[in-house]
C-alpha cells in the first residue's frame, strides 16, 4: 500500500483565522461580479509562511521551510500585491505542490509553489483584457473553511479508510467548493465535493480501480 497524505490526522487547524485575517494587500480596485478581494496574512506569517506538515497544513513549525495553501497565496501576493484569487490547489500524488491561480486588471497568473522549500516552480502569466476578466469569479479565502474540515466532512460520508491525494477549492456554479480526490490505497476511489463556506458535503462518489 501506498503511504498517502491524511490532512485530518496530520494537521491542527486551530488558529488559521488569526492567520487568514490579518495582513495581505487589499484587491484591485476594479473587480468582476461577485469577486472578493484577499485580504491579508500578518507579517510573521509573510516572513515564515505556513511552516507545517502535509496537504493544507495551518499552523507554523520551528524551522521548516515548508509552505501550507494559506503560504501559497501568501507568495503569489508578494509578486502580485492586488491579485485576486479565483482557485487553489494541492497535489500529493508526485511532488506535493500548491498551485494558486488569480488575476489582476491585465494578467492571469498561474502559480506553481512547492510545499517543501516554498520555492516557486513554475510562473505562467498571461495578458488578459477587461472582457476576460469580468468572466473571471474570485473569491476570499477568509470566508472558507480550511482543507481539513473539507477532508473531514468528505471521510464522514465515504468511510475512515480514505485520504485525500488532491483538492481544489474554486468557485463553481456561483458556489465555492472544495473538489478532493481520495483513495483508500487499495481499490476504490472517491471524489467528493464539500460547499466551502458551510461545509456540507454536495456530492460523493465511490468507485472501484480494480476491475
Not at 14 to 23: C, D, E, N, Q, R
Request: contains cysteine; proline residues 4%.
Amino acid at each position: 500500500m501506498k503511504t498517502h497524505y491524511n490532512l485530518s490526522k496530520v494537521l491542527c487547524a486551530l488558529g488559521v483565522s488569526t492567520i487568514l485575517l490579518t495582513g495581505i494587500a487589499s484587491a484591485e480596485n476594479i473587480q468582476p461580479v461577485n469577486a472578493m478581494p484577499i485580504n491579508g496574512i500578518n507579517k510573521h506569517s509573510m516572513m515564515m509562511p505556513g511552516m507545517g506538515t502535509g496537504v493544507g497544513s495551518v499552523m507554523p513549525g520551528i524551522q521548516s521551510s515548508q509552505v501550507d495553501y494559506v503560504g501559497a497565496v501568501t507568495t503569489l501576493q508578494r509578486y502580485y500585491p492586488n491579485a485576486m484569487v479565483t482557485s487553489i490547489s494541492y497535489d500529493a500524488k508526485h511532488h506535493p505542490t500548491y498551485e494558486v491561480e488569480a488575476f489582476t486588471k491585465r494578467q492571469k497568473i498561474e502559480m506553481k509553489i512547492d510545499e517543501a522549500t516554498g520555492q516557486v516552480v513554475s510562473n505562467k502569466v498571461k495578458m488578459i483584457d477587461m472582457k476576460s476578466i469580468k468572466k473571471l469569479r474570485s473569491f476570499n479565502p477568509q470566508n472558507t473553511i480550511i482543507p481539513e474540515s473539507a477532508e473531514t466532512k468528505a471521510i464522514k460520508r465515504v468511510g475512515t479508510e480514505f485520504q485525500t491525494m488532491e483538492w481544489e477549492l474554486k468557485t463553481e456554479s456561483n458556489k465555492v467548493v472544495y473538489e478532493l480526490e481520495m483513495t483508500d490505497g487499495a481499490d476504490k476511489e472517491a471524489d467528493v465535493k464539500v460547499d466551502a463556506m458551510s461545509g456540507k458535503v454536495l456530492s460523493a462518489k465511490v468507485k472501484n480501480t480494480k476491475r
